[in-house]
């Protein structure tokens, strides 16, 4: 009988200590990625909001439509 051919190909398999390590590093990276997009959209909102104190009434009536459409 013949034998069977795997590939050639070996998976490499991580040591728990590597993918603690691993699992760290991508979580204080997610971390950091999640409080600077929270900045961000803090941001935005802010800038919204001044520009609705300011031109609310211009903003409103940007949003009626027009011609009974």
């Not at 590939?7 to 398999?13: E, S």
């Not at 390590?21 to 990276?29: G, Q």
């Amino acid at each position: 009988m013949a034998a069977k051919d795997t590939g050639g190909q070996k998976r490499a398999t991580k040591t728990s200590e590597e993918t603690d390590e691993v699992s760290t590093d991508e979580a204080a990276d997610l971390s950091e990625r999640k409080d600077k997009l929270d900045s961000d959209i803090d941001a935005i909102l802010d800038e919204i909001d001044e520009a609705l104190e300011e031109n609310s009434e211009e903003f409103v009536r940007g949003f009626i439509q027009k011609g009974g459409q």
